[in-house]
C-alpha cells in the first residue's frame, strides 16, 4: 500500500516554511526521503527509523512517529533550490522494497 | 561516490517486442531495484534483488521479469512490450540492511508504439 503524501503540491516565497507529511496504514520499520528535481533522478535526502527519530541537516529536517506510523519532512526558510517533487518511501520490515508515496511538489518563488 | 547507470536514456520500441533495460552500479552493493515512474503515481516497485540470481516481486510485477547474474547487473525485461508500459523506468541500489539509502541511475524514458 502506497504511504499517503500531502500536500499533493505547495507553493512558496523564498524564506517561507513547509511542512510535508507522510501516512501509512502499515506498521513501518523506516522512513525515507529523497528529492527529485525535473528531469533529474531523485536525490536521498535522509533516512529515519524505529524509535521516533529525529533528523536534520541544514535547513531541512525530519520525524517520525511510528505509532501513528506518520513521517513530516520541514524545510525552513526554504530556498530556490528546494524547488522538485519531495517523495517519502517507507519500509516496512524484512525484504521489502520502498514503497514510494506519489510525491509533492514544491515550488519556491522568488 | 555511487555510480549507477542505465543503458538508454531513451528507448522507442514497438508493441510486441521483447524489451531489455540494463542496470549497472560499481559499488558492489547487494540490493538492486526497478520501479517506473509515472506522473500523478510517484515511484511503483516493478522488481527487486537481494543477492545474485535472487529476485522478489515488487508492487506491479505483471509484464515484466527480471535478471541477475552478475552482481553488478540487474535487467529488466518486458516480454511482449505494450503500451501502458510506456513510462520512465528507475534503478536503485542499496547496501543490505533495508535501512541502506537507495541510489538511483538517471532512467531511461521508454516508449511503446
Known amino acids: 500500500q502506497q504511504p499517503v503524501q500531502s500536500p499533493q503540491a505547495v507553493i512558496l516565497r523564498e524564506g517561507e516554511d513547509a511542512v510535508i507529511n507522510c501516512s501509512s496504514s502499515k506498521a513501518l520499520y523506516s522512513v525515507h526521503w529523497y528529492r527529485q528535481k525535473h528531469g533529474e533522478a531523485p536525490v536521498f535526502l535522509m533516512i529515519?527509523?524505529?524509535?521516533?527519530e529525529q533528523k536534520g541537516h541544514d535547513k531541512i529536517s525530519a520525524s517520525f512517529n511510528e505509532k501513528k506510523q506518520q513521517s513530516s519532512l520541514y524545510l525552513t526558510a526554504s530556498q530556490l533550490s528546494y524547488s522538485g517533487t519531495y517523495f517519502c518511501?517507507?519500509?516496512?520490515?524484512?525484504?521489502?522494497?520502498?514503497?514510494f508515496g506519489k510525491g509533492t511538489h514544491l515550488i519556491i518563488q522568488p | 561516490d555511487v555510480k549507477v547507470t542505465q543503458s538508454s536514456r531513451y528507448l522507442v520500441k514497438r508493441t510486441g517486442e521483447k524489451v531489455f533495460l540494463e542496470c549497472v552500479q560499481d559499488m558492489d552493493h547487494e540490493n538492486m531495484f526497478w520501479y517506473r515512474q509515472d506522473p500523478g503515481l510517484g515511484l511503483r516497485l516493478i522488481y527487486f534483488?537481494?543477492?545474485?540470481?535472487?529476485?522478489e516481486k515488487g508492487d506491479i510485477p505483471e509484464g515484466y521479469s527480471v535478471s541477475r547474474e552478475k552482481k553488478e547487473r540487474f535487467s529488466l525485461i518486458l516480454e511482449s512490450a505494450s503500451t501502458n508500459q510506456t513510462s520512465m523506468y528507475l534503478c536503485a541500489t542499496s547496501g543490505p540492511a533495508s535501512n541502506q539509502p537507495q541510489h538511483f541511475g538517471d532512467g531511461t524514458r521508454l516508449s511503446i508504439l
Open positions: 529515519l527509523l524505529k524509535g521516533g
Open positions: 518511501g517507507t519500509v516496512g520490515g524484512g525484504a521489502d522494497g520502498l514503497t
Open positions: 534483488s537481494y543477492d545474485v540470481k535472487m529476485k
